[in-house]
């Protein structure tokens, strides 16, 4: 992961609960940074440990702050710094997640040693949509629930998430149904 990942995850405690919880978090997660470069990339599992720490700390799940974290991002990170990029990728939810490939490409461009996860939609009615998300990464479909909730409400739509698939059940990947309601 790129630092302004772990960077982002610092903004959300910092900006909610204060310097002193986030340094909390931070020496309970075992991490030695005291800061993150946003374009350099980081090991996998610092980012996880300090999602780990934070439930710990915060007397959270694991589940709760991966999704928290997932919307912070987009209503938060992603608008404050890559708001044009953002926009860029389609005028409603349906249209921003068929443009998610094209969408990782052009960040990409912006991390060149980025390995984004893969997207996939299928079963598309006027209704809803499957999401597949395959990625070598383990643990973050609850960060990608929280993405499409934050993307949701980016785009002022009401939808229900549901999990149909998982490779905690022995699956290759994840599959979200999205349902608008």
Not at 33 to 47: A, K, L, R, V
Request: aromatic share 12%.
């Amino acid at each position: 992961m790129y630092g302004i990942i772990n960077k982002s995850i610092q903004d959300l405690v910092v900006f909610n609960f204060g310097i002193d919880k986030w340094n909390a978090i931070r020496e309970k997660s075992g991490i030695a940074q005291d800061f993150f470069i946003s374009n350099e990339p980081y090991d996998n599992d610092i980012t996880f440990q300090l999602a780990k720490a934070a439930a710990v700390e915060m007397n959270m799940s694991l589940s709760d702050v991966l999704i928290t974290f997932g919307e912070w991002w987009v209503l938060k990170t992603t608008k404050e710094k890559y708001a044009g990029l953002m926009e860029s990728g389609g005028s409603n939810l349906k249209e921003f997640i068929a443009n998610l490939p094209e969408f990782h490409n052009r960040i990409m461009l912006i991390y060149p040693k980025l390995s984004p996860p893969e997207f996939k939609v299928t079963d598309v009615t006027n209704t809803s949509m499957n999401l597949h998300y395959l990625s070598s990464r383990e643990g973050y479909q609850e960060f990608v629930r929280g993405l499409i909730q934050g993307l949701s409400k980016m785009f002022n739509e009401n939808i229900n998430l549901e999990l149909i698939q998982s490779r905690n059940d022995g699956h290759s990947h994840e599959i979200f149904k999205i349902t608008w309601l």
